[in-house]
């Protein structure tokens, strides 16, 4: 997408070998109209498969989550929290999933009543990069007895295997930019498809 394309390019910034930091658009300062674009091009890739809640996990997803929800006729976003329960719920669903930015396991945990029973979400993530956020996302869904259409993500980094992971399990997947590496301290992107 040539407007996210941009925002990286004049924008990110990427630390070691791995890590692209986003924050002055994306993840600390938020770029309100490349969101809403970001989010368009989103709803109109997944309009087809009718979702009726987009899923996400605090709280650098929630953007781009609430900006695709608005596009796909404003349907309700949910995000999984990270925090840990204090007690142990019925009505919570959890899976495990471990933060590459914070290197630490976190449980996700969703209220059931906000997914219900043959719910259609549309998971959306700002990156994906091992697809660990990605995967405890749909087994959310799974426990839930939803259906988890797809995933949608602003930035793939597609040297980490989370993008191949989906997509060999056959999940819809689609991605606004995709990073081929670092080098000498600069981001490279793929060529759009
Ligand atoms: P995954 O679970 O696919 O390994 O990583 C995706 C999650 O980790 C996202 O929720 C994102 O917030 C965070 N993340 C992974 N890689 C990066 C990165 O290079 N930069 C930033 N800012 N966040 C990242």
Known sequence: ???????????????GTNVVKVDMFLNH??????????GKVLADYFREDHPTQVLTVESSGIALALTTA?????????FA????TIVQSED???A?????????????RVDKHYLPIHSRVLIVDDFLADGQAATGLISL????????????VGI????????????????KLKSLAIVEKIEDGKIILAQDD
């Open 96 to 108: 495990p999933v471990y933060s590459f930015t914070h290197k630490v396991n976190n449980m996700i």
């Open 81 to 84: 929290k990270k925090s840990p």
């Open 141 to 152: 869904c799974t426990q839930l007895q939803c259906q988890a259409v797809g995933v949608g």
């Open 70 to 78: 608005h596009f796909l006729g404003d349907i309700p976003v949910v």
């Open 156 to 171: 793939e980094k597609g040297f980490q295997p989370g993008g191949k992971l989906l997509r060999e399990r056959g999940i």
């Open 92 to 94: 919570v669903v959890q």
């Open 1 to 15: 997408m040539k407007e996210l394309r941009e925002a990286i390019e004049k924008w990110g910034r990427a630390a």
């Open 29 to 38: 300062r938020l770029e309100t109209e490349l969101l809403f674009q970001m």
